[in-house]
């Protein structure tokens, strides 16, 4: 299963920001997600991994799934995550 940032819905606006600075290579070094249980931030935060731990993401951040840092993430012992 691969992973995305578009699985997080009702974040559209945090989407938005996280993919513009992905692409422009951007990225603050922490970032403080919060909200009311069930808002999807676990779902993001593996979404943000996926998108810049994968090796070849599709323009919509979604994990290509069949890299090696995918198939770490999907089988959950990535060193990185």
Do not use: F, I, K
């Not at 676990?42 to 995918?70: E, F, I, M």
């Amino acid at each position: 299963m691969a992973w995305s940032l578009g699985d997080a819905l009702g974040q559209e606006e945090t989407l938005a920001r996280l993919n513009r600075e992905a692409e422009g290579g951007r990225m603050a070094h922490a970032y403080l997600l919060e909200g009311a249980r069930g808002t999807g931030r676990l779902t993001l935060a593996r979404g943000l991994a996926a998108r810049l731990l994968c090796a070849n993401p599709s323009p919509d951040g979604r994990a290509c799934g069949v890299c090696r840092p995918c198939t770490l993430l999907d089988h959950g012992n990535h060193p990185d995550y």
